[in-house]
T-cell receptor
């Protein structure tokens, strides 16, 4: 069964601190992995996308890593801001269909306190 | 920010009512999707469309139906709402990536929060 597991389920950090969110997956075959940010009451917004050959990608204060051998990814947030409070969702795509089936994690709920 | 819109944003209705959730996008995307998301849970694909007059059921069984008469419009209908339909419904659209493969990015609408009493 293809699965995407995220940890921790929730995380509280102080403004200005760094944090790292984890994503483990068993999706096979693997096509790409995305990290989305979902603010409360909003739809997810794409942060990064990585293919098999990429092991790191940055988007401002967000840096995603991918280890396709161990099927693990992380999202590192540097110098957190209050606006970083959101759910961060890991999404893995397989190569098995023209639709590019997506497997969603349950997300990590990040809360940044002042 | 993506140009994809959903209405209503919030809806509270009684059991047995017929409802239609609207979704429209102005990006000219061929592919559109409907997801259902419960709090703290992953998104589940309930319907998708490759283009006009194309509709398919997703991974999660749903009593809802969809139509795709125009590229920009992908409404979802519940003929008789029940409390078990209470959830958040997210609409998304995507276009093929220039590099091909499965690297297309889905753009999500703000969602409709449905409460059926």
């Amino acid at each position: 069964k293809n699965q995407v597991e995220q940890s921790p389920q929730s995380l509280i950090i102080l403004e200005g601190k760094n944090c790292t969110l984890q994503c483990n997956y068993t999706v096979s075959p693997f096509s790409n992995l995305r990290w989305y940010k979902q603010d409360t009451g909003r739809g997810p917004v794409s942060l990064t996308i990585m293919t098999f050959s990429e092991n790191t990608k940055s988007n401002g204060r967000y840096t995603a890593t991918l280890d396709a051998d161990t099927k693990q990814s992380s999202l590192h947030i540097t110098a957190s801001q209050l606006s970083d409070s959101a759910s961060y969702i890991c999404v893995v795509s397989d190569r098995g269909s023209t639709l590019g089936r997506l497997y969603f994690g349950r997300g990590t709920q990040l809360t940044v306190w002042p | 920010e993506a140009d994809i819109y959903q209405t209503p944003r919030y809806l509270v209705i009684g059991t047995g009512k017929k409802i239609t959730l609207e979704c429209s996008q102005t990006m000219g995307h061929d592919k559109m999707y409907w997801y259902q998301q419960d709090p703290g849970m992953e998104l589940h694909l309930i319907h998708y469309s490759y283009g006009v007059n194309s509709t398919e059921k997703g991974d999660l069984s749903s009593e809802s139906t969809v139509s795709r008469i125009r590229t920009e419009h992908f409404p979802l209908t519940l003929e008789s709402a029940r409390p078990s339909h209470t959830s958040q419904y997210l609409c998304a659209s995507s276009e093929p990536a220039r590099t091909g493969g499965n690297q297309e990015t889905q753009y999500f609408g703000p969602g409709t929060r449905l409460l059926v009493l």
